[in-house]
């Protein structure tokens, strides 16, 4: 059994990995709490596709080197964060339409510009679904450095984040900078994004900031507490996740993703039976 | 570090103006006040004040302008013409204003328990980048002694009653600091005990001063709760006591077809209000 769990890490890029996608799902599950509170999984989702063109470009401009690649990702996704957040409060249609023609016109944009290349189906398939087992000893510093950075922002405006949330009106009757602080957390989806892009990339993106957070929101009934259990409920999928990658020899993003969901489905099922045992009882 | 200083003072933030009270001017004063939305008015050329203390009750049909008003006193609507005053100041430095929302419109699955609420009232004289002190939960458990929800402090707020859940916005509204509580329609869906146990703690705010809004639709207890009663259909109808603004002239001109007029007992008036949820009130 230890010879079961031993073997895969000892590969330095078994161990990178994983420190990458544990790191990974604790940023994105703490941050993600906010997403689900606030009903911005579209947004979350959206923005993790309008990346593309910007990993494009990046990727056009460097002849494929990877190095870059993580400049012109954060570039992309804090521009296209603030140009979401500003098409969405002045146009005159509706959030979430003005989301979907944004983000599927970037989508395309990128691979339109990833497919002016030859080797396109690997890279655009990398860039789609992650590729955690060739993270390098920079990639890692830089997911450490930025991860940690949001981690640090979301506990200074702990308390002004969580009022936003609950009661917008609140905000304003305190004089709270509203604007300012809803920028904040956008950016900080960005960069949330950015650095989970290699572990689980664009397309599963929304996953890790949504369902290690809804499960822990079926758990508790205190904010922190819904971020701590999410933090945990993800580095746990992350690592469980990839030994299965290893094992199975399935998609690494993929299986992270399949595990975060195996366990909301059984909280789910089992918090609803509690419920329906509970009301029986009484 | 001054910039920081800048940062966290609530009162010299570079984002919100500081606005001083001035202890002579009414707690309220609003002048020829229309906000205009693009379907139309939704509230006409408004003039009235508030004493500090006072208890108004605000009555009127559904679609009568009573949330914008609040809205705009607490400053998170922008009039489109007119002046309102808080103390002497225009609205958007202040934060002795509380805003008590509809329960209706509350996300009560909120991971939040009652005492973390009652707190985000402290949010504002805390400023960016401080957290709680010992001061500050000392604060939240006196205004939650004040409204009889101590032992309910670490519950979810989804597990308090109705009544509860209005008298935790009020120990927030406390916790804030408030001077002036507006409060949107905290009588619907509570029964007659929960209203009694509202209009007790309310009776409480009004013994230490607290100047009191409160948008309803019962025209009865209007006049019998409340220092001053205002008849509102996007247009002032009337202001005053319960005597003088209630009567059947003015409140056809308010409520016009949503108003029943029926010759009750002992030369009583009993009237209908079709948008009430639940139907009928008396009015002698």
Redesign the interface.
Same mark, same amino acid.
């Given at each position: 059994m230890l010879e079961v769990l031993l073997q895969p890490l000892q590969y330095p890029f078994m161990l990178r990995g994983m420190a990458a996608a544990v790191l990974v799902g604790i940023v994105c599950a703490v941050l993600g709490a906010y997403v689900v509170?606030r009903g911005m999984a579209f947004f979350g989702d959206a923005l993790a596709h309008a990346i593309l063109p910007g990993l494009a470009v990046g990727y056009l401009v460097g002849g494929g080197a990877r190095e870059p690649l993580f400049w012109w990702a954060m570039g992309t996704a804090v521009v296209s964060s603030l140009g979401i957040g500003a098409v969405s409060r002045t146009a005159r249609i509706k959030e979430d339409t003005a989301i979907g023609i944004i983000f599927a016109g970037m989508f395309a944009l990128g691979i339109a510009l990833i497919s002016s290349v030859r080797s396109y189906t690997v890279d655009l398939a990398h860039f789609l679904f992650g590729d955690v087992l060739g993270v390098g000893t920079q990639d890692l510093l830089l997911t450490a450095v930025f991860g940690g950075l949001v981690l640090v922002v979301v506990f200074?405006?702990y308390?002004?984040f969580?009022?936003l949330?609950?009661?917008p009106?609140?905000a304003?009757?305190?004089?709270?900078?509203a604007r300012?602080l809803d920028n904040i957390l956008i950016v900080l989806i960005a960069v949330a994004i950015v650095v989970s892009l290699q572990t689980v990339g664009v397309a599963l993106m929304v996953a890790m900031l949504v369902t290690p957070a809804a499960t822990a929101?079926l758990l508790?009934?205190?904010?922190w507490?819904?971020m701590a259990l999410a933090a945990a409920i993800a580095a746990v999928s992350a690592v469980i996740g990839l030994y299965l990658s290893y094992y199975f020899n399935v998609a690494s993003g993929a299986a992270i993703v399949l595990t975060c969901t195996t366990a909301f489905i059984i909280v789910w099922v089992a918090t609803s039976l509690n419920r329906r045992i509970r009301a029986v009882a009484r | 570090m001054a910039f920081l200083d800048r940062f966290r003072n609530?009162n010299l933030?570079f !984002?919100?103006h500081p606005h001083p009270h001035s202890p002579d001017k009414p707690i309220l004063k609003v002048e020829g006040l229309t906000v205009a939305y693009d379907s139309g008015a939704a509230l006409d050329n408004l003039t009235f004040e508030l004493q500090r203390g006072e208890r108004l009750a605000v009555v009127g049909p559904n679609g009568a302008g009573k949330s914008t008003l609040f809205?705009v006193i607490?400053?998170?609507l922008r009039p489109s013409r007119g002046l309102v005053e808080v103390a002497g100041h225009e609205p958007?430095?202040?934060?002795c204003?509380?805003?008590v929302?509809q329960r209706t419109q509350?996300?009560w699955s909120?991971?939040?328990?009652v005492a973390?609420?009652v707190?985000?009232?402290r949010?504002?004289k805390?400023g !960016?980048?401080r957290?709680?002190t010992h001061h500050d939960y000392q604060l939240v458990r006196q205004a939650l002694d004040t409204v009889r929800l101590l032992d309910l402090a670490d519950r979810?707020i989804q597990q308090l009653s109705g009544g509860q859940q209005q008298r935790m916005f009020i120990a927030?509204a406390l916790a804030?600091e408030a001077e002036l509580i507006l409060m949107d329609e905290p009588l619907t869906g509570l029964d007659s005990r929960a209203q009694e146990e509202l209009f007790s703690v309310l009776e409480l705010l009004h013994s230490q001063g607290v100047t009191v809004m409160v948008a309803l639709h019962d025209l009865k207890i209007a006049g019998e709760r409340f220092d001053r009663v205002m008849l509102l259909n996007r247009r002032l109808v009337g202001i005053g006591s319960a005597e003088t603004v209630l009567n059947p002239a003015q409140l056809v001109d308010a409520y016009g077809s949503h108003l029943r007029l029926l010759p009750g007992v002992d030369g009583t008036l009993a009237l209908g209000d079709s948008c009430c949820d639940d139907g009928e009130h008396d009015h002698a």
């Open positions: 509170l200074l405006f308390k002004e969580m009022i949330a609950f009661d009106v609140l304003a009757t305190l004089r709270l900078p300012l929101y508790t009934r205190r904010l507490k819904m | 609530p933030t !984002l919100a809205k607490a400053g998170v958007g430095g202040h934060i204003i509380a805003y929302p509350v996300d909120f991971p939040a328990t973390d609420v707190m985000m009232g949010t504002g805390l !960016l980048l957290w709680p979810q927030r804030q």
